[in-house]
């Protein structure tokens, strides 16, 4: 079961790992999609991760270092990885309607930023 919890402590870095992957292969092998759809997929995806981050509260209270003290999630940690992806979804959406924008390496830096 400990194992269980130092897993979902990583999920939320671990979905946008996914998620940057999936940015990149739409923009590499769906070329003839809307031009659009990378920005989406990432404004979704980092919604999702926010969701995920809201719901799950991660690491027990009484212990907030796992990892053997590479990451801590404290409550300051859980907001600013709250600001983060909101912050880095509503520039997908605002970046949409720039056409140089378009491609899915800016999508891709977003995300892994």
Not at 45 to 67: K, N, Q
């Amino acid at each position: 079961m400990a194992e269980l919890t130092l897993v979902l402590t990583l999920l939320p870095e671990i979905m946008l790992t996914v998620l940057a992957l999936l940015v990149l292969g739409l923009d590499l092998f769906a070329k003839r999609l809307r031009p659009s759809v990378p920005g989406w997929v990432t404004a979704i995806g980092l919604i999702l991760t926010a969701f995920f981050c809201v719901g799950y509260s991660g690491a027990p209270a009484s212990d907030p270092l796992v990892w053997g003290g590479m990451l801590r999630l404290d409550l300051s940690a859980r907001l600013f990885r709250l600001l983060f992806l909101i912050g880095a979804a509503l520039t997908s959406l605002l970046a949409m309607e720039d056409d140089e924008n378009n491609r899915g390496e800016f999508y891709f830096l977003l995300i892994l930023s």
